[in-house]
Antibody, heavy 121, light 113 residues
Framework: QLQLQESGPGLVKPSETLSLTCIVS??????????WGWIRQPPGKGLEYIGT???????YHNPSLKSRVTMSVDTSKNQFSLNLTSVTAADTAVYYCARHNGDYTRWFDPWGQGTLVTVSS | DIVMTQSPDSLAVALGERATINCKSSQSVLYSSNNKNYLAWYQQKPGQPPKLLIYWASTRESGVPDRFSGSGSGTDFTLTVSSLQAEDVAVYYCQQHYTTPHTFGQGTKLEIK
């Protein structure tokens, strides 16, 4: 059974870069045709799509994040990563990684448990 | 971006009764080439990640109780819980995956009356 687990610092200072990794277990991140995504949820609020990254090819990110997002896949470590630059308090959220059930036009399943990242000095 | 609007924001239903949640998209999420609606439903309980319930607007995910059903096409969709159980208390989200950025509804909180 495929499992995903987010990893990274729980506290980031304003203007710095938030870096998270999603460790994939129970299956290969190189599995043909699957894309990988990031979603976040500010405390007490709804879900916001951050972006999608494939093993190779085009990444997709939410334009609302104004190109602050970079994502990558490391097949040798069976993990994928998110970097979000120039963070502010508005970036405080639970960050989830998830797998698309196919390419980027598919729903998310499964999801990681999520990790709370707080932006504060 | 496609805007997803759910109604109501919260809903209280008696145990054993029917609960209905609506989701409207600002543009159609029906892909004409395969006649599929790119609409999913998720359930989120406190402290947990969202759990997939329904995809293609009406296909129930494996293991999801059959009291959950999805319907609709184009821009208007519904999630129905036919007989509410205590474990169904949660926030429910619809999501369009027709185009990026994928977008979610604001969520509907389902409670017991």
């Amino acid at each position: 059974q495929l499992q995903l687990q987010e990893s990274g610092p729980g506290l980031v200072k304003p203007s710095e870069t938030l870096s998270l990794t999603c460790i994939v277990s129970g299956g290969s991140i190189s599995s043909s045709g699957y894309y990988w995504g990031w979603i976040r949820q500010p405390p007490g609020k709804g879900l916001e799509y951050i972006g999608t990254v494939p093993n190779t090819g085009t990444t997709y990110h939410n334009p609302s994040l104004k190109s602050r997002v970079t994502m990558s896949v490391d097949t040798s470590k069976n993990q994928f990563s998110l970097n979000l630059t120039s963070v502010t308090a508005a970036d405080t959220a639970v960050y989830y990684c998830a797998r698309h059930n196919g390419d980027y036009t598919r729903w998310f399943d499964p999801w990681g448990q999520g990790t709370l990242v707080t932006v504060s000095s | 971006d496609i805007v997803m609007t759910q109604s109501p924001d919260s809903l209280a239903v008696a145990l054993g009764e029917r609960a209905t949640i609506n989701c409207k998209s600002s543009q159609s999420v029906l892909y004409s080439s395969n006649n599929k609606n790119y609409l999913a439903w998720y359930q989120q309980k406190p402290g947990q990640p969202p759990k997939l319930l329904i995809y293609w607007a009406s296909t129930r995910e494996s293991g999801v109780p059959d009291r959950f059903s999805g319907s609709g096409s184009g821009t208007d969709f519904t999630l129905t819980v036919s007989s509410l159980q205590a474990e169904d208390v949660a926030v429910y989200y619809c999501q369009q995956h027709y185009t990026t950025p994928h977008t979610f509804g604001q969520g509907t909180k389902l409670e017991i009356k």
